[in-house]
């Protein structure tokens, strides 16, 4: 009779476990003790176990082991409790430190987005009148575009419709194909820009944090004065902005 340690039981467990969710299909005991180089009396032990505490059903009329939807709700319950904001501050710190420039990050509320944080400019420059708690339309600002671009094109119409459309400056867009031609440009380049369209005198460069799904489930933005957020000022801050989505994003659960 084997002598196991429970690590070394955990081990194997967790092995047969990443086995099965490579195989919906589920896999049979013969399968699944070649595949782990196990005994089949091993095997056996450890998915009576498994299907003991609802990880792992048998199908009985093929033999078949598969996973349950036990491991999917338990990781629904980790993302649902982790703090976007508490993630994303270190990294909100770093970026502000490195251009020197007003980060904000934001999420989605309805057809709008709300503001959760701000990190301001330490150069010396116009004052925005963002802040905590404030919420704008998603359609005029740099971090609501960005959200709406990892949207289809159904939930983008649907935040249209919501939405009290109106010239904020006479740079907002204010019509549906205009949008659209818009998120097509930053889905294909990953970071949006508001070009004074929610505040004059202003422009923002944002990127939307993907959850593990790849929706936008936040978005993050650097804002300056016009006459510093030049293109070649975007160009450049565009790599850092796209970089530190992708770190936080990293950190919620989505692979790039």
């Known amino acids: 009779m084997e ?25 049979l005991l013969m399968e699944l003790s070649t595949a782990s180089g196990l005994h089949k009396s091993t095997v056996h032990r450890l998915l009576s ?55 904000h990050l934001v999420v989605r509320e309805g057809a709008d987005i709300v503001y959760i944080h701000k990190a301001e400019s330490k150069q010396s420059s116009i004052r925005m009148f963002s802040r905590i708690g404030m919420r704008r339309p998603m359609y005029c600002t740099a971090v609501g575009k960005s959200i709406m671009a990892t ?28 949008l659209f031609r818009e998120l097509d440009t930053i889905r294909r380049c990953g970071y ?26 936040a978005a993050l933005s ?5 006459a510093r957020m030049t293109d070649t000022r975007v160009e450049e801050l565009s790599a850092e902005i796209l970089a530190t989505r992708t770190a936080i994003s990293t950190e919620l659960g989505y692979k790039f």
């Open 3 to 27: 002598n196991q340690s429970p690590v070394q039981s955990l081990d194997r467990a967790f092995d047969l476990i990443e086995r099965l969710s490579l195989n919906p299909d589920g896999m």
């Open 49 to 103: 176990a498994l299907i003991s505490l609802g990880y792992v059903r048998k199908d009985e009329s093929s033999n078949r082991y598969r996973l349950t939807l036990k491991l999917f709700e338990l990781s629904g319950r980790v993302v649902d409790n982790i703090d976007v904001l508490e993630i994303a501050k270190p990294h909100i710190e770093q970026l502000r430190n490195h251009t020197q420039e007003a980060i």
């Open 151 to 178: 949207m289809t094109d159904d939930e983008v119409i649907r935040i249209w419709e919501k939405s009290d459309v109106k010239p904020y400056t006479e740079h907002t867009i204010v019509d549906l194909g205009s």
């Open 192 to 217: 949006a820009l508001d070009n004074e369209e929610n505040e004059l005198g202003v422009r923002c460069i944002g990127a939307a944090i993907l959850d593990y799904t790849g929706r936008g489930r």
């Open 222 to 226: 650097i804002s300056a004065p016009l």
